[in-house]
């Protein structure tokens, strides 16, 4: 095994990266890829890609890094920190709370039970009332997602997948429910059909292994990182981003994840997991084959052996 890597992003790295890729990229399908998203099932279940942003600014990647994934509920992590960046006083978390939830992503269940508050905004019902937070707050929901993104890349390529969009709005008669059960409660101010417009071209966004580490550096910086060297979020809002990730980042398996991999993460049932080491860089690793939760099973075995080998873990 590699020895306790101390240094930051460089040639051990990108080593340790190589042969990540030669021992977790499937030889043949694992995992499954989600039924319901149609386009979805249409990537290579053989792709495997990963990638490491450092917050000083270098880089390394291996395998299909370079390859456009569907980010899909990794765009929850941004939309949360789009919408707190422009809410200093915290008043989301009057309508969406900071619990694990102990629940599918897209239970309708739990959601009836609680009268329309849901236990985080990393699950569907959850991020469909920060969509309706910026809705609120920007208008262009979605665009404003996208932009974002971009300036946090620095890539002009981060767009909506317009077929993938419309594809998976077709399809979103549970989300759909979800959103009517939070208006039902009191818990969306937008009409139905416009907040799942928008949540669903979020998730919609396609970007590389590459954009997304780089994108999610402010959280491995205390929120520093935003175009022209300003601060996206405060120390503060960071802080509490990245314990809810930890906490709720990876739906109903956050606390398998956080026993094997050890970091706050957010994965996406397009296959891909953002990772933050804070202090030292992010990782998005990419792998279409998900598990039973919804969670790549080739990319969380990755990161499992990439913080065993190199101690990036917050325990």
């Not at 149609?38 to 270098?58: E, K, Q, R, T, Y």
């Not at 629940?103 to 009268?115: C, D, G, H, K, M």
């Not at 317009?162 to 594809?167: F, H, I, L, R, S």
């Amino acid at each position: 095994m590699t020895p306790l890597l101390t240094a930051g992003v460089g040639p051990a790295i990108q080593a340790l990266l190589d042969d990540l890729v030669a021992s977790h990229r499937p030889s043949s399908p694992a995992g499954r890829v989600p039924e319901s998203i149609p386009h979805l099932a249409s990537a290579d279940p053989l792709a495997f890609g990963i990638a490491v942003a450092g917050v000083d600014g270098s880089m390394a990647s291996s395998g299909d890094a370079d390859l456009p994934l569907s980010i899909q509920s990794i765009s929850k992590l941004f939309s949360l920190a789009l919408a707190l960046a422009h809410d200093p006083e915290g008043n989301l978390w009057s309508r969406v709370l900071r619990e694990p939830s102990g629940t599918p992503f897209n239970s309708l269940v739990q959601l009836e039970a609680e009268a329309g508050i849901p236990r985080n905004p990393f699950i569907n019902a959850g991020a469909l009332v920060v969509t309706d937070f910026l809705v609120e707050l920007l208008g262009d929901a979605a665009g404003s997602v996208v932009g974002f993104l971009r300036d946090l890349s620095g890539s002009a390529h981060v767009a909506v997948d317009e077929g993938a969009a419309q594809a998976e709005l077709a399809a979103s008669s549970r989300n759909r429910a979800l959103a009517n059960f939070l208006a039902g409660f009191g818990n969306l101010r937008n009409p139905v059909e416009t907040v799942l417009e928008h949540y669903v071209r979020h998730c919609s966004i396609t970007m590389t292994c590459r954009e997304l580490a780089r994108a999610g550096l402010f959280l491995a910086n205390g929120g520093q990182g935003g175009p022209g060297g300003q601060p996206v979020l405060s120390a503060a809002q960071t802080k509490r981003i990245n314990s809810v990730l930890l906490t709720c980042g990876m739906y109903d398996a956050a606390g398998e994840f956080a026993y094997r991999v050890g970091l706050p993460g957010k994965s996406g049932v397009g296959g891909g997991i953002l990772a933050v080491v804070p202090g030292r860089c992010t990782v998005c690793v990419w792998s279409p084959g998900l598990d039973a939760k919804g969670n790549s099973v080739a990319g969380t075995s990755a990161l499992a052996e990439l913080t065993a080998r190199t101690g990036w873990s917050i325990f």
